[in-house]
């Protein structure tokens, strides 16, 4: 919905709020898991959207506890000007490599070059966690909709193993949140 020119509009409630932001995400992980986990390759679509999501709301958790805000850049100008926000203010997208940037500004111990002790399928070496976030960015483009999938090849369980070394890799950064 665009809003008039001069318009203020009010920030979600939820929009700073991390730990639900984390709860979210912790439980769209879990529910990812029990799908990779079945051995039904039918179900490794949506296991690996759902992580995907699960990753994106984790990422974004952590960030908004660090000042950032759930919120169209868009919309920031037109956002309650008590709140001074601006563009960079925002976190918003679904890319995952991106929003891993973001963090690994804010907080110099998010190491994106960290190995992961996975092993992925058509993946030579140790995946870090930068191509961990490459590897499960494109299964929201290209999973959700029935069509020609260009940039995922050879889903399998050995995702969930990657899924869950990404998501160990997010939880010290999840102790900081409110409960």
Not at 97 to 110: N, T
Request: glycine share 8%.
């Amino acid at each position: 919905m665009a809003t008039a020119k001069g318009t203020t509009i009010a920030v979600d409630k939820y929009a700073r709020d991390a730990g639900l932001w984390r709860d979210n995400g912790y439980h769209h992980f879990r529910a990812s898991l029990v799908l990779f986990r079945t051995g039904d390759p039918f179900l490794w679509f949506s296991a690996a959207v759902l992580g995907h999501l699960a990753l994106e709301m984790s990422l974004k958790a952590v960030l908004i506890h660090y000042g950032m805000i759930a919120c169209d850049p868009g919309k920031a100008p037109n956002l309650d000007n008590a709140l001074g926000l601006t563009k960079d203010d925002c976190v918003w997208g679904h890319n995952l490599v991106k929003l891993a940037q973001k963090l690994a500004e804010k907080r110099k111990d998010f190491d994106l070059n960290t190995p992961l002790a996975c092993f992925i399928v058509g993946e030579t070496g140790l995946v870090t966690v930068r191509r961990g976030y490459e590897i499960f960015d494109p299964f929201f483009s290209e999973l959700r909709y029935p069509h020609r999938a260009e940039k995922v090849d050879g889903l399998g369980e050995c995702h969930g193993d990657l899924l869950t070394q990404l998501y160990v890799n997010l939880e010290p950064f999840f102790c900081e949140l409110a409960p």
